[in-house]
């Protein structure tokens, strides 16, 4: 009965281990779309417990989703482009923002008006090139919103 109780035990611990989600996501937003607009940026911050790729999103709001990042050119030019995956180092801070990483979705299957949800499934692939999705939440916010403000820092103050 003991061996029984303890395989069970072991069962039950590898069962809780195996659903430890690999990713946390905070602060999931879809930049707000005007009039026939067709793309929108989704943005979110990343934290993996183990090392990772971002290898594919969907959502429902989109037809197609890539993960883009933007960079300056030798010419001084900030492009944007389409990239095949994204590594999320394991116990490292990964910002998908406006200007930076960021993930485009495209071809909209309706408009995306501030105020309302959307979900956004990201495909995540391990060391062992295996899959798992895990599906964020997402506010639509309007289209001037920007990243989340950074931790607020005191003047320096003067004298006199």
Do not use: C
């Amino acid at each position: 009965m003991r061996a029984f109780s303890l395989l069970l035990l072991f069962l039950f611990l590898q069962t809780g281990w195996a659903q430890t989600p690999p990713l946390y996501a905070t602060d999931a937003w879809v930049r707000a779309t005007a009039r026939g607009q067709q793309a929108t940026g989704a943005f979110l911050t990343l934290r993996s417990a183990e090392p990772l790729r971002l290898v594919g999103v969907r959502s429902p709001l989109a037809a197609a989703a890539e993960i883009h990042v933007m960079r300056v050119d030798d010419d001084g030019v900030m492009r944007m482009r389409a990239i095949p995956w994204l590594d999320l180092p394991a116990d490292q801070v990964t910002e998908l923002k406006p200007g930076g990483f960021h993930i485009m979705l495209l071809s909209l299957r309706a408009p995306a008006n501030a105020g309302q949800r959307t979900t956004l499934t990201l495909v995540l692939e391990n060391a062992a090139r295996q899959r798992q999705e895990v599906t964020v939440d997402a506010e639509i916010r309007a289209l001037n919103a920007l990243a989340p403000n950074p931790p607020h820092t005191p003047r320096d103050k003067a004298t006199h």
